[in-house]
């Protein structure tokens, strides 16, 4: 059973709008989560992460909310822009410092 | 450069050759991972590093060998492969817990 689940594959956004990708999980031992976008033909790239013991944590465009209470993750992304479209990752870290991903959503950004 | 690089890019072979992966990172990071990346899986955990000689088990370990006799390498080895084990592999590092992890560009194996 996936522990980590996006369930969109594909997000397709106007360029400046808010990207919203959400990501669930089960674990309740996850204590670091994070998010990678990746590109094709490349390996994924950190983007931003979050710890348990917050609920939200920012970065330029970029910002990760923790819902610890729903087990729930989401990454906004404002604005979009073009160059943002790509796979990304949702990961949840357990205290072996593993990583469990998630299967990853395609967001398209249109001009 | 410093980072992370995995050889070969490409590769193909066939049923029942051995193949390996390599995996070198120049950070001098304790931990060291190897995913593999599958349509509708993400990338899953093959086998993980914490240092030099200790390896243990992710959650796709079977048909795979791993080593690390230095701290900057970590190869990745198929016995006899199958072609189930056709996949993009994706090795990672990272120094310290509650850290990142840094990816190499991954490594394209079609086994025929």
């Known amino acids: 059973d996936q522990q980590v689940k996006q369930n969109s594959p594909s997000l397709s956004v106007q360029e400046g709008r808010i990207s919203i990708l959400n990501c669930d999980y089960t674990?309740?031992?996850?204590?670091?989560f994070l998010w990678y976008k990746k590109y094709p033909a490349e390996g994924p790239t950190f983007l931003i992460s979050?710890?348990?013991?917050?609920d939200k944590n920012e970065d330029g465009r970029f910002t990760v909310f923790l819902n610890k209470s729903a087990k729930h993750l989401s990454l906004h992304i404002v604005p979009s822009q073009p160059g943002d479209s790509a796979v990304y990752f949702c990961?949840?870290?357990?205290?072996?410092?593993?990583?469990?991903f998630g299967g990853g959503t395609r967001l398209m950004v249109k001009p | 450069d410093a980072g992370i690089t995995q050889s070969p890019r490409y590769k193909i072979t066939e049923t029942g050759r051995q193949v390996t992966l390599m995996c070198h990172q120049t950070?001098?990071?304790?931990?060291m991972f190897w995913y593999r990346q599958d349509l509708g899986h993400g990338l899953r955990l093959i086998y993980y590093?914490?240092?030099?000689?200790?390896?243990d088990k992710g959650e796709v370990p079977d048909g795979y060998v791993v080593s690390r006799s230095k701290t900057e390498n970590f190869p990745l080895t198929l016995e006899s492969a199958t072609r189930s084990q056709t996949s993009v592999y994706f090795c990672?590092?990272?120094?310290?817990?509650?850290?990142?992890?840094?990816f190499g560009d991954g490594t394209r194996l079609s086994i025929l």
């Open positions: 990672a590092s990272t120094g310290q817990y509650n850290q990142p992890q840094h």
């Open positions: 674990n309740s031992m996850f204590d670091y």
């Open positions: 979050i710890s348990s013991i917050k």
């Open positions: 990961a949840a870290q357990d205290a072996g410092n593993m990583l469990t």
């Open positions: 950070w001098s990071h304790s931990y």
């Open positions: 590093s914490a240092a030099a000689d200790i390896t």
